[in-house]
């Protein structure tokens, strides 16, 4: 069962900045963040991971709070082509079998 | 590189038939996962494979399912008799393995429907 709260949708208008919310308040002090999101009709797509600090890629930022109970998924120019179901993760590295998408967020990006 | 191949894309079939699904997962990867996906359940990790070896078959629902992977570019997930039930979206997805290297990449998924 998923380890992680997500609100089950939020709206952005496109270019600005969308920022996805999780909770997870029982994360183990070596299981990382990780989030995905799947578009429409396509297999789920890796985004980005972190541990402890901020990490940032060419596709978003991931903040996450110093106690780790929370992290925020952050897309910083939203497009139309964003629109996806997103869903954070909490896992130690290679659990595979207890690596739970659960329900994401489904982010509309609206023009 | 070509991604992680799944055919067929769709799948319509009558209960009771054999389904056999199958896919190549990105060269030079370890790992292989089959993945089922309703709206009811979500996305439900089935099997994993390290190394063309069976690791955790605890997600496969029961004895009709059966997955192989007779080498590390092939693995099929195969349902017999198949039900209406099954119906859903079958991904494959594979990893690298190693240190950081455990993302997970996604096929394009096998439509079922079986009536």
């Known amino acids: 069962d998923a380890k992680t709260t997500q609100p089950p949708s939020m709206d952005c208008a496109e270019g600005r900045a969308a920022n996805l919310p999780c909770n997870h308040s029982t994360i183990s002090g070596n299981e990382y963040v990780y989030w995905y999101r799947q578009i429409h009709s396509q297999g789920p797509q890796y985004i980005i991971h972190g541990l402890k600090n901020n990490e940032t890629n060419e596709m978003a930022s991931l903040i996450i709070t110093e106690d780790r109970k929370s992290s925020t998924l952050i897309l910083p120019h939203a497009t139309l082509r964003d629109t996806a179901v997103y869903y954070c993760i909490v896992s130690y590295p290679y659990n595979f079998n207890k690596f739970y998408f659960g329900s994401g967020t489904k982010l509309n990006v609206k023009p | 590189d070509a991604g992680v191949i799944q055919s067929p894309r769709h799948e319509v079939t009558e209960m009771g038939q054999e389904v056999t699904l199958r896919c190549k997962p990105i060269?030079?990867?370890?790992?292989l996962f089959w993945y089922r996906q309703t709206m009811m359940r979500g996305l439900e990790l089935l099997i994993y494979f390290n190394n063309n070896v069976p690791i955790d078959d605890s997600g496969m629902p029961e004895d009709r399912f059966s997955a192989k992977m007779p080498n590390a570019s092939f693995s099929t997930l195969k349902i017999q008799p198949s039900e209406p039930r099954d119906s859903a979206v079958y991904f494959c997805?594979?990893?690298?393995?190693?240190?950081?290297?455990?993302?997970?990449?996604f096929g394009p998924g096998t439509r079922l429907l079986v009536l």
């Open positions: 997805a594979s990893s690298l393995g190693g240190q950081g290297k455990e993302t997970q990449y």
């Open positions: 060269s030079g990867h370890d790992y």
